[in-house]
DNA sequence: CACGATGATGTTACCGAGTCACATCGCTTA
DNA sequence: TAAGCGATGTGACTCGGTAACATCATCGTG
C-alpha cells in the first residue's frame, strides 16, 4: 500500500502499472499483489472491511434506550478511535490521490456507500425502520466524511474522534433547520 | 443500450463481452461501441448527464423566497417529469440486472453521487452554506432513488412525479423525528 | 453531374488489468 | 530426512480500452 501511494503521488494512478507496484514492494510480481488485492483500486481502500465490523458491532452494543442517532454517535466514536495518529499522515497523502482520478474517486464513493448501508442494516437489526434508519446512518456518514478530510488536513490538530463529534453535532444541527 | 440490457439480462453481466453487445445492435464492432460509450459499465447509465444539467437548472431557476429544501422539491419535479411512462418498464428491467453486478453498483452509486453534487454546487450556488446545501441535496437525492424504485417496480402504478413528491414529503418528515 | 468534405464505421495492432494452471522455493514439523 | 504447506513465480490467456489508419456512404456545392 505504501508502495502504490508513492508511485500514485509521483506518477499518477493512470501511468502506474500493478506490476510497478508489486516491484516496488519488494520484488514481487502482478500476481502476488492480485493475491492480497481483489483490483488495482483497492490497495488504497483495503481494511475498509474493519470499519464495516466496527460500526456495526458498536451500534449492536448500544444501550436499548438509545435513539437511531446515538447509536449511529456510537458508531462514531469507535471508528474515529480505530485511526490511530500515526495514521493521520497517510490519510492526508491519500485524499489528493484519490481526489485526481475518477476511477479512484468512484471506488471512494462506493466504499461509503458501504459503511452507510452497514450501519442502516445495524439499525434496522435494532428495530428502527428502514427510512429513519438510512437517513440516520447517512447523516453519520456525512459527519464522518467531513470530520476525516478535516483531521488528515490538519496536522497536529484535534484527534479525529473529537473532529468526529463535533461534525456530527453540526450535521444535526445543520439537519434540524433545514425544516 | 437496448441490446446490452437483453444480453446482460440473459447471461449476466460478466459473462457478455462488449463485442457481443456491438454485434447485436445492428452487426457493429467493439471499436463502434466504444465511440459512444466510455466504458462497459456506462451503456447503462448514459444519459445521466442530463439529470445533472436539468436538477441544476431547475434550482437555479426556483424563486429567490425558496428555502433549500423548495428548491431541491423543484429539482425533483423537473427530474421526475423527464421520465415518461413508455421508459418505466426499462427501468424495472435495469435495476436487478444492476443489483446482480457489484461493478454496475458502483457505477450506480457513482451516478448518484453525481447527482447529489449538483444540486449542492446549484444550491451553493444560490448562497446556500456547504453543509445544509449538500444535506438538502442527499435528502433529495434519497427520495428520488426511492420513488424510482418504486415507480420501476409497480407497472400501471403512479406517475413517477408523485411518488417523488410523495417520498420527498415521507423523508423530509423523517429527517425532522430523527431529532 | 462530379467533386471534395464529413461523419460513421471497420481493421489491425497494441497495452494493461485480471485469471488460471502449474511449478518452485523455503520453512516447519513429524 | 522427508513430507507438507504457505507464499511466490511463470507463462499463457481473455477481455476492456486506445490509437492510427483505411474505407465507405452521404451530402452540399460548384
Redesign the interface.
Known amino acids: 500500500m505504501r508502495a502504490a501511494l508513492d508511485l500514485f503521488t509521483e506518477q499518477g494512478y493512470d501511468a502506474t502499472t500493478v506490476s510497478e507496484i508489486a516491484a516496488r514492494a519488494g520484488g514481487l510480481s502482478k500476481m502476488t499483489f492480485f493475491r492480497y488485492f481483489a483490483d488495482k483500486r483497492e490497495v488504497l481502500f483495503a481494511g475498509q472491511e474493519a470499519h464495516r465490523q466496527l460500526v456495526t458491532d458498536a451500534i449492536a452494543a448500544a444501550p436499548a434506550p438509545a435513539?437511531?442517532?446515538e447509536a449511529v454517535a456510537a458508531a462514531l466514536g469507535a471508528l474515529g478511535g480505530s485511526f490511530t495518529e500515526d495514521r493521520r499522515d497517510i490519510g492526508a497523502r491519500l485524499l489528493p490521490v484519490i481526489a485526481a482520478n475518477g476511477e479512484l474517486?468512484?471506488?471512494a464513493?462506493?466504499k461509503r456507500?458501504a459503511l452507510s448501508e452497514a450501519m442502516t442494516a445495524a439499525l434496522e437489526q435494532r428495530g428502527v425502520p428502514g427510512?429513519?434508519a438510512?437517513?440516520?446512518a447517512?447523516?453519520g456518514t456525512?459527519a464522518f466524511y467531513?470530520a476525516f478530510a478535516q483531521w488528515a488536513g490538519a496536522a497536529g490538530g484535534p484527534p479525529l474522534t473529537e473532529l468526529t463529534q463535533r461534525a456530527f453535532g453540526?450535521?444535526?444541527a445543520?439537519?434540524?433547520?433545514?425544516?
Open positions: 435513539t437511531p442517532l474517486r468512484e471506488r464513493v462506493a456507500a427510512l429513519p438510512s437517513l440516520a447517512e447523516l456525512h467531513r453540526e450535521v444535526r445543520a439537519a434540524a433547520s433545514l425544516g
